[in-house]
């Protein structure tokens, strides 16, 4: 069965440091991958997704993942944080059976904390 | 384009009652998934609905059940409630092709149902 693992479920960085969310799957075909935002009393906003047209996605606000299939990772980044990006993500992977897509499964999420 | 809408927001019942949630697409989506987020078991799939047919479905009990309308509007309805149904219940729709293309899904705000 596919998984989501998030590596932290908590993550502070200062304003301006590089911000590193850790995601990593389990497949035995590389999946279709997400990292979605979740802002307080709000819903999930996608951030960016991995088509496979390229490894390095680039998605809003300035943030960008790196698809690595060796080691079955998507981590998200960010090279200078800022107090907005306080919020919870969350990285989701999605199966294709054949031109079916299945749901998204995803990770417990980590809780993005940024000082001042 | 309006986004996902859900309704209501907020919602507060007793146990044993019954509930019903509703979710109106963007327009042109012609898939509704949901999703059930609950700070223990992490957001889960639900179900998923295409063309008034449930294509999809969670590990979640009978007492779990949606429906689709010809828009694509789609209801989930929760009967005799417990307290473990206390969650923020996620709408999310696509537009879902038969092709390969990678669809996302689009999340509404959710409503927050509270099981006393």
């Known amino acids: 069965a596919q998984s989501v693992t998030q590596l932290g479920s908590h993550v502070s960085v200062s304003e301006g440091a590089l911000v590193l969310l850790r995601c990593n799957y389990s497949?035995?075909?590389?999946?279709?991958l997400f990292w979605y935002v979740q802002y307080p009393n709000q819903g999930l906003q996608l951030l960016l997704k991995?088509?496979?047209?390229?490894?390095l996605v680039k998605g809003i606000n300035g943030f960008e993942a790196e698809f690595k299939k060796s080691e079955t990772s998507f981590h998200l980044t960010k090279p200078s944080a800022h107090m907005s990006d306080a919020a919870e993500y969350f990285c989701?992977?999605?199966?294709?059976?054949?031109?079916?897509?299945?749901?998204?499964?995803f990770g417990k999420g980590t809780k993005l904390s940024v000082k001042p | 384009k309006a986004g996902v809408t859900q309704t209501p927001r907020y919602l507060i019942k007793t146990r044993g009652q019954q509930v019903t949630l509703s979710c109106s697409p963007i327009?042109?989506?012609?898939?509704v998934s949901w999703y059930q987020q609950t700070p223990g078991q992490g957001l889960q799939f639900l179900f998923e609905y295409f063309s008034e047919t449930q294509r999809n479905k969670g590990n979640f009990p009978g007492r779990f059940s949606g429906r689709q309308f010809s828009n694509s509007r789609s209801e989930m309805n929760v009967s005799t409630l417990e307290l473990g149904d206390s969650a923020l219940y996620l709408c999310?729709?696509?537009?879902?092709?038969?092709?390969?293309?990678?669809?996302?899904?689009?999340f509404g705000p959710g409503t927050r149902l509270l099981v006393l």
């Open positions: 327009s042109g989506h012609r898939s």
């Open positions: 999310a729709s696509s537009y879902r092709t038969s092709g390969l293309s990678i669809e996302t899904q689009y």
């Open positions: 991995y088509t496979s047209a390229a490894t």
């Open positions: 497949s035995s075909v590389p999946p279709y």
């Open positions: 989701a992977v999605r199966m294709n059976y054949g031109g079916s897509q299945g749901n998204l499964i």
